[in-house]
């Protein structure tokens, strides 16, 4: 192996590395953190994250960027418990429609597509930046997630519905299995399919990827549809943990999906950057979380760090990228 | 009054400009002239700052001169105005006449009043009576020009230089530069003028220097030559050329153009093509000359269903009409192109060459049409990497990491790969190596031997005599001529490309 490919897997491995030598650092600082019910425990606290931060990979990996995905969590979790606890009712028409729980999850999902779908068509149709789009989806879905609860929790879903984000299947919560299912399509459309090769020629270089006979619109309208349907399988999750959709739930995840994009090496310009990396990140953000709460950090300072950590992150990659 | 003696600038290796010696007379319009790549560009650059290494010297009023930046050549009294214009849409007029000169009060506050008096005194001088405070977006091409010059007015400039002012104007504007030019020359002003047009050059130039492949091989009053003279000196290579011999007007026809029309994208009223209609055989290389925005580029587009909105006309291929409103409909029917700029519009760049050349046909290593294979993708793009001998340690590395040649080998590749009956190939060997080159005509002719049609496009009139069966050549966006290669000649094609009527 010759030096400059060795370097180059040390650099692709290097938030492996990262998160390593920060499980390390922690385990020396608490007993609490090296312990089989902590990792479960983190596993379970970053599922949520996992499955967003998976969607908003495939749509940075274009270029692009899906702010509204914390809204849309909400707006999806909040119909889930809706359609679950009072079904779909037309007095007019003296019709009721109940759900059951995979009748609710599906159509949550379905209304998450259809609102990237809404996403993708503002940026591709009438090519409004993916920034503004989303920003403006950000601001609407939370709006009809209001509307939709009143402003109250919608609570007590049965003791099968929290299955889902509470409960374990051999020995692992459910969440995890799921965001464990997420990430596995993901990596697999990402590296073995046609479009997860249109993804990052188009955000490789749009212009080559549009001569080349690449539909980008419809690659576009696909990812930013995967992205919303993905914050609405976490949606469910977090209704199902709380037994409770609360009407601001999600606030800020875009962030943190983001950060987790970010930190696992993701360009946001575009064409560069994994599926995995991102876990990572993800994971990273998640042992972070954890260890300072263990370490009695106060919640003030945990964002310090994380935002610190964030920055780092994309220092040392732009180091690594001038190397090359 | 500017002097360059002995210049000579290299990129990375290649010479652009050798032993460049000319005089820019004082108060006087001097014509640069030369072919596309003839070193226009690049010495004018030199002139106002945009370079700063170079060898030889500059001499400015008497006196040798080094400019780091463009910064210093404007305060030392040289403006450049470029062919695009350099002016932010989103400012008003006076805005940008003052950017990074603005007029101050005492507080270190913006004095709008005083600049928007001196901006409206500037454009009076111009005969151009608008309110400084109206944006540049909102103005015509010819008047941003003006702005353009008024910048150059209120530097102070003592020299102007001119980078072909009249590509994008009306002809009623042309008049108006035209006045302008000959009060700034009252004035005492230095004209460097860069253009295509002869019609222009003898009435508004005083001097002309003539550069060819970097170098100066003539000089003189425009008085005293006449067009013909300059053209021989613009080309006046003597460079032996193979001339292809075959006849294809009997082969079967696999590309047809019926008065192909292109609007401009925002001024609907001009045509950027007008009436285009040619046949393409198979097996034939058609070469298709003309100068920098004659629309060649733009007719590959067309033609490649980049402009569904604003292109009329038919295309046929093998003799049935094709419905091409996009890349995928190009491809589906046939054609293929290999793109001016393989950087920005052939290549992903940060990919590897396999990923690269398969790119255009994943479907073809699909298995059970949903999983890519390796194995078949490798086997694809190895038989391309050996046909096209593209010299990579592995189809694994970033395209980026190869040559120039080997990557617009990439490119070719990745459209061979689709199995083209038509090959657009637009400036296929700008930017790399003799080698390099040459590889690219032997293939392009075996390519055509094995039945392809080729359109090439080029600038460069050795390459076009050397590779074609029959040339066209365009000039603003109209077909001026379509010869059989033994009509071609160097000094025929650029005459048919520099005049539109009666050449």
Not at chain 1, 219 to 245: C, E, F, Q, W
Not at chain 2, 434 to 453: D, Q
Request: glycine fraction near 10%.
């Amino acid at each position: 192996m010759t030096t400059s490919s060795y370097k180059k897997n040390l650099s692709r491995f290097q938030s492996v590395i990262a998160l390593f030598v920060l499980c390390i650092v922690l385990s020396f600082l608490t007993d609490k953190f090296f312990t089989a019910a902590n990792g479960v425990n983190v596993l379970r606290q970053v599922a949520v994250n996992v499955c967003i931060a998976t969607g908003m990979t495939l749509i940075v990996l274009t270029a692009g960027i899906d702010l509204s995905v914390g809204s849309v969590l909400a707006l999806c979790g909040a119909i889930t418990a809706g359609l679950l606890k009072n079904g779909l009712q037309f007095p007019s028409a003296d019709l009721y429609i109940g759900f059951t729980i995979l009748g609710a999850v599906l159509g949550a999902v379905i209304v998450g597509g259809v609102l990237g779908l809404f996403n993708g068509f503002a940026i591709t149709k009438f090519k409004v930046p993916p920034f503004v789009a989303t920003l403006a989806m950000l601001t609407i879905a939370r709006g009809f997630t209001m509307l939709y609860t009143g402003g109250h929790p919608i609570s007590n879903l049965g003791a099968s519905f929290a299955y889902i984000g509470a409960g374990n299947f051999i020995g692992i919560p459910v969440p995890v299995w799921i965001a464990a299912i997420v990430v596995l399509l993901a990596v697999f459309i990402t590296k073995k399919t046609k479009l997860g090769r249109y993804i990052y020629a188009i955000g490789g270089n749009e212009t080559a990827a549009k001569l080349s006979g690449i539909r980008i619109n419809r690659v576009k309208l696909i990812v930013y549809s995967l992205g919303a349907a993905l914050a609405a399988i976490g949606g469910v999750i977090v209704t199902s943990r709380l037994d409770s959709a609360q009407p601001n739930a999600g606030l800020s995840y875009e962030l943190d999906a983001i950060a987790a994009v970010v930190i696992g090496g993701t360009s946001l310009n575009g064409g560069k950057g994994s599926v995995w990396g991102t876990v990572i990140g993800a994971v990273i953000i998640g042992v972070l979380n954890n260890g300072l709460v263990l370490l009695n950090v106060s919640p003030f300072w945990q964002q310090v760090v994380k935002g610190a950590v964030i920055l780092l992150a994309v220092i040392i990659d732009k180091m690594g990228d001038k190397k090359e | 009054m500017l002097e360059a003696k002995n210049i000579s600038k290299k990129f990375s290796g290649v010479t652009a400009l050798s032993n460049i010696n000319l005089v820019l007379h004082p108060g006087k319009v001097n014509a640069i002239i030369g072919e596309n790549g003839a070193g226009k560009s690049t010495l004018m650059k030199i002139f106002s700052g945009v370079y700063a290494q170079y060898e030889g010297d500059i001499i400015y009023k008497g006196k040798p001169v080094k400019f780091a930046g463009t910064r210093a050549a404007e305060e030392a009294g040289i403006a450049i105005i470029h062919q695009e214009l350099n002016l932010v849409p989103y400012l008003t007029i006076s805005e940008n006449i003052f950017l990074g000169r603005e007029i101050t009060n005492a507080f270190g506050v913006l004095d709008k009043k005083k600049m928007n008096e001196k901006a409206r005194e500037l454009l009076a001088r111009l005969n151009f009576s608008a309110d400084p405070d109206t944006k540049v977006a909102a103005i015509k091409v010819g008047q941003q020009q003006l702005v353009e010059i008024a910048k150059a007015l209120h530097s102070d400039a003592s020299v102007i230089i001119m980078d072909e002012p009249t590509s994008a104007i009306s002809d009623k504007e042309v008049d108006n530069l035209f006045s302008i030019i000959a009060q700034l020359k009252n004035e005492g002003k230095t004209i460097a003028y860069i253009s295509h047009k002869f019609k222009e050059l003898f009435t508004v130039a005083d001097h002309y220097v003539v550069l060819r492949d970097g170098a100066t091989v003539a000089a003189g009053d425009m008085q005293h030559t006449t067009q013909e003279i300059l053209i021989e000196k613009m080309t006046g290579r003597n460079i032996l050329i193979q001339k292809r011999t075959a006849n294809f007007q009997d082969a079967p026809v696999l590309l047809s153009l019926k008065n192909v029309c292109l609007r401009h994208p925002e001024l609907p009223s001009t045509n950027l093509l007008t009436n285009i209609s040619f046949t393409l055989h198979k097996g034939e290389i058609l070469g298709m000359y003309g100068l920098m925005g004659a629309g060649r580029t733009e007719l590959m587009e067309a033609i490649f269903g980049l402009h569904p909105k604003n292109a009329t006309g038919e295309i046929a291929v093998e003799q049935s009409v094709k419905k091409i409103k996009s890349p995928c409909d190009a491809i589906g029917a046939g054609i293929a192109l290999v793109p001016e700029d393989r950087k920005l519009q052939g290549l992903i760049l940060n990919q590897s060459v396999n990923t690269n050349i398969s790119l255009t046909v994943l479907e073809k290593i699909e298995r059970w049409g949903l999983l890519l294979s390796a194995a078949k993708e490798k086997d694809l793009t190895s038989k391309y990497i050996n046909k096209l001998s593209i010299k990579t340690s592995s189809g694994d590395k970033a395209a980026q990491s190869l040559s120039g040649g080997n990557q617009q080998k990439i490119v070719i590749a990745k459209w061979l790969a689709t199995n083209p009956k038509i090959l657009l190939l637009d400036e296929p060997t700008r930017g790399i190596d003799i080698n390099a080159k040459s590889e690219i005509y032997k293939l392009m002719k075996a390519l055509a031997a094995e039945g392809m049609g080729i359109i090439m496009v080029s600038s460069e009139l050795p390459e076009i005599l050397a590779v074609s069966d029959r040339v066209l050549v365009m000039c603003e966006g109209e077909l001026t001529a379509n010869l059989p290669i033994d009509n071609a000649s160097e000094q025929e094609l650029l005459k048919y490309a520099i005049h539109k009527n009666n050449p």
